[in-house]
Nanobody, 121 residues
Framework: QVQLVESGGGLVQPGGSLRLSCAAS????????MGWYRQAPGKQRELVAT???????NYADSLKGRFTISRDNSQNTTYLRMNSLKPEDTAVYYC???????????????WGQGTQVTVSS
């Protein structure tokens, strides 16, 4: 199996910054796309950002310029740097990874358990 573990969430004041981390472990042969999604109370889960194995990022239009996604392939880890945080960024942030497992022909998507980010004064 594959496990994704997020960390770095918490309470931050408006205008502040946070960096989320997501580490993948388990029977991993390779990881293609890694990404972050978020879900606010009463809303659907939405894309925040994704990044390919080669390091090409893709962002939700509304978050460009404030959020930066990166990854360390040697550690099977992705990061999300969030700057100039606003109350509307409050949500549970989930990590997702497209993983090719050892001995499995096709890639599968796995999710982390989520980490809470609360932006409030």
């Amino acid at each position: 199996q594959v496990q994704l573990v997020e960390s770095g969430g918490g309470l931050v004041q408006p205008g502040g910054s946070l960096r989320l981390s997501c580490a993948a472990s388990g029977s991993i042969f390779s990881i293609n796309v890694m990404g972050w999604y978020r879900q606010a109370p009463g809303k659907q889960r939405e894309l925040v950002a994704t990044i390919t194995r080669g390091g090409n990022p893709n962002y939700a239009d509304s978050l460009k310029g404030r959020f930066t996604i990166s990854r360390d392939n040697s550690q099977n880890t992705t990061y999300l740097r969030m700057n100039s945080l606003k109350p509307e960024d409050t949500a549970v942030y989930y990590c997702n990874a497209e993983v090719k497992r050892i001995g499995v022909r096709t890639a599968e998507h796995f999710w982390g358990q989520g980490t809470q980010v609360t932006v409030s004064s």
